[in-house]
């Protein structure tokens, strides 16, 4: 992705998350489904059923269940399996999947020279390419632990980071800021926030101007 200069001007940050917002739907179940083929995605779905089970019912948190599931379907594949998996995906279920008023918006963005970063729950074994075939300048997202280097590597199915969803996507996005452009940039920002869930809504609060399901959203 194209590396940020520190800006003379106050910083503009335009955060957008990426399932239904930047997309049509959900993509990381596709993923994994492309991934391991149909029968043994349907195999692991089985295995997690209790915990995503509880999710749905809101009984067992949205981190639980999404950890059983990437266990199940991510422990021991490598890096280089993922890179295989990512070409697979990208050629077969992301054309056609992004929307186009969402898209206007991170193209107006980019055309006023604003600071554009992807924020979302999905995981790292895919998302860089994404962002970086949007234009994206920075990916804050779920970190996937690894274990290992080079050919050996391999991922644990564990979270390096936590689930980047809810109040994590606001400590995650300030520190970055703070990280790239100091404190002083994080006074002074100004943020547009997009977002489709409420898992968006920590992020959109934050924001001076937001925008719920590609409508101006005032906070409610």
């Not at 074994?125 to 970190?143: K, N, S």
Request: hydrophobic residues 45%; aromatic residues 10%; glycine residues 10%.
């Amino acid at each position: 992705m194209p590396e940020v200069s520190a800006p003379d001007t106050p910083l503009v940050v335009a955060a957008f998350d990426f399932d239904g917002t930047l997309t049509q739907r959900d993509t990381f179940v596709p993923f994994l489904a492309r991934g391991l083929g149909w029968p043994r995605f349907l195999a692991a779905l089985l295995r997690c059923s209790p915990w995503l089970a509880g999710y749905a019912l809101r009984v067992v948190p949205n981190d639980v269940a999404k950890g059983k599931l990437m266990q199940s379907t991510l422990a021991g594949r490598s890096l280089k399996e993922m890179e295989d998996w990512t070409t697979r995906w990208l050629a077969q279920d992301f054309p056609g999947q992004l929307r186009e008023a969402t898209m206007a918006r991170l193209a107006w963005h980019k055309e006023a020279g604003h600071c554009c970063v992807m924020v979302s729950a999905s995981p790292d074994i895919y998302l860089p390419r994404v962002a970086a075939q949007l234009g994206f300048d920075a990916l804050i997202c779920t970190e996937m632990e690894v274990e290992g280097e080079g050919d050996s590597a391999r991922l644990t199915g564990r979270m390096r980071t936590p689930n980047c969803y809810g109040e994590q996507k606001v400590l995650r996005l300030k520190a970055w800021v703070t990280g790239r452009f100091g404190a002083a940039a994080l006074e002074g920002m100004m943020l547009y926030a997009y977002g489709d869930t409420g898992g968006d809504k920590p992020m959109l609060r934050m924001a001076d101007h937001a925008w719920y399901r590609g409508a101006t959203w005032d906070g409610v």
